[in-house]
């Protein structure tokens, strides 16, 4: 649990860059300092003392020395406050960051004496990780710190010719967050194109504008966004090892798909374990790739750390198609996709002891981490920020002291999912392999999604006001679940169906009593769940089938039975199927529970 004070005090030091038309774009490769005479990296950069020479990490720019006198932070350090930050932020003056800026999370982070190195993942990593090399080009631009000199080398347009002068939207105030208020009461933000060179000499202008965010940029996202990240980041997580480091992605679909080819290979027969019940986009993705997943039995906190522990303890290749025992973990611990299901602190601590026994890598998936909720029925809330981040259940990235975590951020569930924006947080090593690929793949997100993105979470909202939004959030979804448990216990056949609450997200998994069918005896498992879903449809309610999450489809179901033809496990009992409470009103989300629960019915003759 997080034991910060918070302030509230609205944060003051606005970031800013420094544009001048279109001369030597490429000349912003380096971080300047606020008098712009490449003392940047030197003021802005807080290393610590132990600090090896990051072989792979980012091709431009040095890495600063943390002062001999720096003195060692025992490893209990409290938490990262926003007074911290703020406080760091007015040390190191205003942020100067040219167009395709190179930047990371050493930047922007507190000192991190005290704290141990990650761990080295060389054999995790497939041959395709190991064999990337940096971009030439970006390689090339290290060269331009050297004073006047004239870059013809680049191929960044000139912005003169972007056809966008301005963009302006309306925006929520804090603590006003709703459709409603923001109609009325909402503030309009307007970005321009040469926004930071028209206010170079204002202490606290803006550091984002046009004409840097729609040029090209690094891999690794602007160093606008990196910063509120990579503080965000400290704030929640505050890793307990040194040299982690966040990279922007493109959201955390593309993000898995990276990693998974980082981390798997065809060649080796890898595989991947998962709960029993996953992310059918997750398990869509590793399929290509010729990875087999395995699912890891789950119960009302989800994944089972003694299941998991006891099947890699037994890994037998031969029985699992040759795939090899796995090193890699992908799990989503808050409101799982599709069961719901949110693991306590006591349930990470031991599966990050089970991953540590068999050195498993984690992909930690967070989409809904901050949606997490109060019981259902109860009437208390989170009175202010620092309630809400203590309530939180401390992440697996918090536990991490080996850097075996690669965290995986998202705006997509609690900003808007069209920005394609999020953020990995992990290892030094593993974000510099992350990023070779990200160099030669989608050359990092969008600028139209990083520059909306950092002038309402970071020039308008600050620190507190996102976390007053997704505290809101929080409240809002927990209400729509509410109004969906209601719905279930008013309309759903009892004797047949049964659920739990969710704590977190946005789904609710609702398990049906296949044994109890008039027809199980010569339909299977599968053909009771079609027809159910058939009847849904003609009914007029869409909800999804859970057959369509097993994680391990490879195994598949036979069609006379409910047991998987390539294994024995026990018979299954139960069927599942996922409904959600995010988009839907609470009047229809309420008539949708009642066909489903009529459709159940007519199938089981009630």
Partial sequence: MRRAVLISTRHGHTPALTRTGCQSSWTSSS???????????????LLHSKSRDCQEAAAVGTRAKLPENEEAIPESRKGITIADILERRAKAGKLVAMTAAAADSDMFKASQVGKPMAKRWDNHLSAEARIREPCVLKKAAKNLKKPGIISLGGGLPCPEYFPFESITMKVPTAPNFSEAATRTSGKEITIGKYDVSQSASQKDGPVYDLSIALNYGQAHGSAQVMRFVTEHTELVSNPPYADWQSCLTVGSTAALEQALRMLCDRQRGDSILTEEYSFSTALETAMPLGAKVFGVKMDEQGLLPESMDEMLSNWDSTQRGGARKPHVLYTVPSGQNPTGATQGEQRRRDIYAVCQKHDLYIIEDEPYYYLQMHDYAAATKPATIDNFLDNLIPTLLSMDVDGRVMRMDSFSKVVVPGSRLGWITASAQIIERYIRHAEVCNQGPSGFSQVILHKLLD??????GYLAWLMNLS??????RDVMMDACDKFL??????????KAGMFHWIKVAYPLHPDASSKSLLQVEEEIFNLCIEKGVLIARGSWFRAEQHNKISPSSSVPAATTPQEQTDMFFRATFAAATPENMTEAIRRFGEAIKESYGL
Avoid: A, D, F
């Avoid at 971080?31 to 950069?45: F, N, V, W």
């Avoid at 020039?459 to 507190?464: F, L, S």
């Fill in 493 to 502: 056949p009892k004797q047949i169906v049964s659920w739990s609450v969710p």
């Fill in 31 to 45: 971080l300047l300092s606020p008098s712009g005479q490449g003392q940047g990296q030197q003021q802005q950069r």
């Fill in 459 to 464: 020039e308008e909202w600050g620190h507190e």
């Fill in 475 to 480: 409240g809002e979804y927990t209400k729509r």
